[in-house]
Each structure stands twice: as structure tokens, then as C-alpha cells.
């Protein structure tokens, strides 16, 4: 009888058996090529196509800017800050009520553009937006 040279039955196993690991592995793979497919096509959809193009001022649109100095214009003419709530009033009540086009130069304070539009949330213009600049192509 010598020691070490056989093998006892009821000896532990020091290493891990990758097999099944292995074969878990593959049939996930599997399952996860065929699958992958089916999900992707599952939901066709037509995109909508974006234009660059300027937009145009439609006659019913209100262009209202708000200059650097801070005055505001009512389409291109100039408004006292005491006539901004009375003239957004009156558009409010019409139907359809026009769209509300602001425009602010980067250069003036926040505040003048949050109380135009406060001013046009206080008279009901629900329809309020903004103007900007593209960028210049390279």
C-alpha cells in the first residue's frame, strides 16, 4: 500500500469544472442572436425629417423682442412697459390666439425676458416661443 499514488473516492475536488459554465454561457449567446432581432423590428416607425430652414413669421404670429437696452418692440414698433399687458390682453382674446415669438439679445439681463413673459402667462397666451440664431455653417 504507498501512499499518495492512488486516488480515494471521497477525495475533494481542488478546481472548478468550466464545462457547464461554459455551456450556459453558449446557449444564452444563442438565445440572446436570436432573440435580438425580433426585439429590434419589432416597431416600425417614420421618423420626422429636420430642416434647417429659417422659419417663416406667419401675419397671425406676434414678434415680440426685447432689445439689449431692455425696450421692448411689439413687430419691429417700440412699447412702453405699461402697454406690453394691454397689448398681450388683446391678443389672448382673439381665436385663434396668434403665436408668441420672443426675441432676446444675449446681451440683455434674464429679468426683461421673464417679465414679458410672465406678462404674456398673466393675459393668456398660451402659445409662447423663442427665436434664435443658427449657428454659421463652417
Given at each position: 500500500m504507498a501512499f499518495g499514488t492512488q486516488d480515494e473516492p471521497d477525495e475533494v475536488m481542488n478546481e472548478i469544472n468550466m464545462t457547464?459554465?461554459?455551456d450556459v454561457m453558449l446557449v444564452l449567446l444563442i438565445i440572446f442572436i436570436i432573440t435580438?432581432?425580433?426585439?429590434k423590428h419589432a416597431v416600425n416607425i417614420d421618423l420626422p425629417q429636420a430642416t434647417s430652414e429659417?422659419?417663416?413669421t406667419k401675419p397671425q404670429n406676434i414678434l415680440f423682442t426685447v432689445a439689449a437696452d431692455g425696450s421692448y418692440y411689439w413687430n419691429e414698433n417700440k412699447v412702453d412697459d405699461s402697454a406690453v399687458p394691454a397689448l398681450l390682453a388683446a391678443?389672448?382674446?382673439?381665436?385663434?390666439?396668434p403665436e408668441l415669438h420672443?426675441?432676446?439679445?444675449?446681451?440683455?439681463?434674464y429679468e426683461r425676458v421673464a417679465k414679458a413673459?410672465?406678462?404674456a402667462?398673466?393675459?393668456?397666451?398660451r402659445k409662447?416661443?423663442?427665436i434664435t440664431e443658427p449657428n454659421p455653417s463652417n
Open positions: 457547464p459554465l461554459v435580438v432581432p425580433v426585439m429659417p422659419e417663416q391678443e389672448a382674446a382673439k381665436t385663434p390666439q420672443i426675441r432676446g439679445d444675449k446681451a440683455v439681463r413673459m410672465s406678462a402667462r398673466e393675459a393668456g397666451v409662447i416661443g423663442f
